[in-house]
């Protein structure tokens, strides 16, 4: 269950926010909101992607990410050029570290771009005060 506690330390630091149980999906919520969850999207992907233990499946993840995240023109095209040539290369043999060279560009991103945003959002500002009102 949501608590306040976890809501107020969000704001303490981005960190704080995508390892919180609930942050990542109030902060994709909010980022839908405004059409621009595809970085979080990434990132959430991207750690699930990391603990996948078969190859096979590995692999196939992997295209996905790189097809829909980072190939040129992709649907939600996200990281430019000199990453993307390194992604290319690591992932003609997927590993759970081939994406993170793009992670550390969109992480920083997020914290410095939408996290402040969503801190000072309505959204996030009524989640704080329904908490504070009702107690929980």
């Not at 809501?7 to 303490?12: A, G, I, M, N, Y």
């Not at 992932?91 to 410095?112: G, N």
Request: glycine fraction near 2%.
């Amino acid at each position: 269950r949501l608590s306040l506690e976890e809501v107020l330390q969000w704001s303490q630091s981005f960190q704080k926010l995508v390892t919180s149980k609930y942050g990542p999906m109030i902060y994709k919520a909010c980022l839908k909101t405004e059409h621009s969850d595809e970085n979080i999207e990434f990132w959430l992907a991207c750690e699930a992607y990391k603990k996948i233990t078969s190859q096979r499946k590995r692999i196939s993840v992997a295209r996905k990410l790189f097809t829909n995240y980072i190939q040129p023109q992709a649907p939600n095209e996200l990281i430019d050029s000199p990453a993307r040539k390194a992604i290319i290369k690591n992932i003609q043999e997927p590993t759970q570290s081939c994406f993170d060279e793009a992670l550390k560009i969109i992480y920083t991103h997020m914290e410095r771009d939408s996290y402040p945003q969503f801190l000072e959002s309505k959204f996030y500002q009524k989640l704080k005060h329904s908490l504070q009102t009702n107690g929980n």
